[in-house]
């Protein structure tokens, strides 16, 4: 029995639900059969080089015109009864009444296992909330009663299909091999998984009632989407109704004094207990990641921390939380499956810090914070990365140190290397709003050279994480987020090449971008909101590039790119290196001692470089994106830099702002 509550009861026994092994009513078979059950006979899945997204909305095969007459209606009022239309959604109202139609697309407990063994190694070392040997008996529970013809619990079925959708979200070839099924099955089958637990978790006529099992299906099904393309709406809905189900079971005041005082009387289930902070810490900590994270979000968050009374989850591995008692927590100096997990909650306390500090800016007031104040939050930082255990570090001394750890425990090169991620995206963005300002007001050399270096960090992680990927059991490229960090760093290097072309290692900032335009364009498919930035991105590059060749025969201004604004100052003017305790002797120790944590890069033989020789700059106004690249652009970009007015320097600041959620 698992320890996990699941509020809502059993149904009354159903007939007898034995799967067919033959081939024909295989898992793709029957998740295309119940499909067109569900949505219609016209729900196809096209097969198509894009995974994601997947179409929610009406299928177009299936609308018709014929009742569209002049008078501009469908059916009418007194015949609605009688409608195909209104059959068909009967038919869909009794498939979902009758669980037999639900737990079709179920798959065998053999497959099973073998995609909830996948969502284990690749979706839980960045999600952490569930206890596994729990889930693992909820899943073979349900199975059980399954065999036996009994109804299987509706909450605890979308707990599953939850699961399968990440499992197949990131299925490798090895996973497809076992399952005897190809990419395009996999993508149809992750279609049928999402739309299924949606369409269970909003039916009406079966309200999930609040229990923690709820709450780990839709935290689950939340974090699944948020890797996924096409469900930005939907998975917002899921955050907003997790915070609600939460805080309706008073998780909000889990370890207040009085409800220690109620467990302590009537007793408690450890699990339980221990999962529910999982949960509420899980959502906490997106809050306050996405809050200082790029998109309409950006610089709002919902829970506040005076208004919740949760202690930390433990720092204990699942298979000994269940035998352990209170306050079990081992040191965050011992690798246990949670430490990432406790690492991300004190990394996004510092996120909710900085948009507190930059409320202002982000309210579009052009108020920036004392300089003192972001120097500050940058320690802060910088002190998540200095106080991570030794099995965290990526400086090539502790990588070596911990490889007995790391053989233990493959899931934590991964995570060191998506929390590292992180926190460098985290850092350019505490900086970015001084990037272009240090170009002209030395106080600020340091927000430069801390986007330079971090930026460059970013790249260079992405270079490593094939390696490291391997071990887990998924790829990178299935993770559209990491390609997100990626553009982010890209365009930090892009516009301080142009900004800049000739300051010590411009060419290699050059090479780099390109490299990463490179990647980016090749993992469009990934994203359609990276596939708009590019395209977003491509344009403003083509409008400059043409205005400037129009005007390259004017003699050259003097200080170009100058700032049509000044950042306000410290008190007293000047940098005041006594109050602030930060001279530029500690800024250039800060990233030399960040410096130490590269590790050496590999760069493959096929690397796109390109150096000034190849730099055009013949750029006319017919020029059109499906003519030139968009690395190309940037290339012409670079060699005109010197031409581009403020104007245009803030088009390029301001339109390259692309979502990112939550992958650390």
């Known amino acids: 029995m698992s320890p996990l509550s699941v509020s809502q009861t059993e149904g009354d026994t159903a007939p007898s639900l034995h ?9 793709v078979d029957r998740i295309r059969k119940l499909e067109e059950a569900v949505f219609g006979k016209g729900s196809t899945t096209h097969d198509t080089s894009r995974p994601a997204p997947i179409d929610l909305g009406p299928r177009a095969s299936g609308f018709r015109t014929d009742n569209y007459g002049k008078g501009g209606g469908g059916t009418s009022f ?14 869909f109202d009794d498939c979902m009444q009758d669980p037999r139609r639900i737990v079709e697309c179920l798959p065998p407990v053999e497959q099973a296992r073998l995609l909830f063994d996948q969502f284990v190694r690749a979706i839980q070392p960045t999600l952490g909330v569930l206890h596994i040997p729990s889930v693992r008996v909820l899943m073979e529970e349900t199975y059980r009663d399954i065999s036996e013809g009994k109804e299987p619990n509706f909450i605890v079925v979308i707990l599953l299909l939850s699961i399968y959708a990440g499992s197949t979200l990131v299925v490798t070839s090895e996973l497809l091999e076992c399952l005897k099924a190809t990419e395009k099955e996999a993508r149809t089958a992750f279609a049928t998984f999402t739309r299924l637990a949606m369409t269970m978790l909003d039916y009406p006529s079966r309200p999930i009632a609040p229990s923690t099992v709820a709450l780990l299906a839709i935290t689950t099904l939340c974090h699944v989407l948020t890797h996924a393309d096409g469900f930005s709406d939907k998975m917002q809905a899921l955050r907003m109704r997790a915070i609600f189900m939460a805080r309706s079971m008073q998780i909000h005041r889990l370890d207040s004094p009085k409800s220690q005082e109620e467990r302590k009387r009537t007793g408690y289930e450890i699990v339980e207990i221990e999962v529910q902070r999982r949960i509420w810490w899980h959502i906490v900590s997106s809050d306050w990641i996405v809050s200082l994270s790029q998109g309409p979000q950006e610089g709002s968050y919902l829970l506040h921390p005076k208004h919740m009374r949760v202690n930390l989850p433990s720092n204990v591995d699942d298979e000994s939380l269940a035998t352990s008692g209170p306050d079990c927590g081992l040191p965050l100096t011992t690798p246990t499956s949670m430490s990432v997990f406790i690492l991300r909650v004190q990394f996004a306390e510092i ?28 320690r802060k930082l910088h002190n998540v990365l200095d106080s991570m255990p030794k099995f965290l570090r990526l400086d090539p001394e502790h990588v070596q140190q911990s490889r007995e750890i790391i053989m233990e425990r493959p899931y934590l090169a991964w995570q060191r290397i998506v929390g590292h991620l992180g926190i460098y995206t985290r850092i350019c963005r505490l900086h970015r709003p001084y990037h272009r300002e240090a170009s002209v007001n030395p106080r600020f050399a340091y927000s430069r050279q801390a986007c330079l270096h971090f930026a460059q960090r970013i790249l260079d992680l992405r270079r490593t994480m094939d390696e490291a990927s391997s071990t887990v059991g998924m790829k990178p490229s299935n993770y559209w987020m990491v390609m997100q960090h990626v553009f982010f760093a890209a365009m930090v290097l892009a516009l301080d090449v142009s900004m800049n072309p000739g ?14 335009c490179k990647m980016l364009e090749q993992s469009q498919r990934l994203s359609t909101s990276l596939t708009e930035a590019i395209q977003r991105n491509t344009q403003t590059l083509m409008s400059i590039l043409q205005s400037t060749q129009k005007e390259q025969q004017q003699p050259p201004r003097a200080n170009p790119g100058a700032m049509s604004h000044v950042l306000p100052t410290s008190q007293g003017g000047a940098f005041n290196t006594s109050s602030s305790q930060f001279s530029q002797g500690e800024a250039t120790r800060r990233v030399s001692a960040a410096e130490a944590d590269a590790q050496p890069l590999h760069f493959s033989n096929d690397n796109t470089t390109m150096g000034n020789d190849s730099l055009t700059q013949d750029v006319t106004a017919t020029i059109t994106a499906e003519e030139e690249s968009w690395g190309q652009l940037w290339s012409d970009l670079f060699a005109v830099a010197p031409e581009i007015d403020d104007i245009q320097w803030d088009l390029l600041l301001n339109d390259w702002d692309l979502c990112i959620d939550t992958a650390f």
């Open 503 to 516: 300051s010590p290692g411009a060419d290699r900032r050059k090479e780099d971008v390109l490299e990463a």
């Open 19 to 27: 799967f067919n092994n033959d081939e024909s009513f295989g898992l």
């Open 78 to 91: 007194a015949k609605l009864s009688s409608s195909a239309l209104r059959e068909q959604i009967v038919e």
């Open 351 to 378: 996120c909710r810090q900085i948009v507190d500090a930059f409320s202002s800016m982000f309210l579009g007031e052009n108020e920036m914070p004392e300089y003192d104040i972001v120097l500050d939050l940058d």
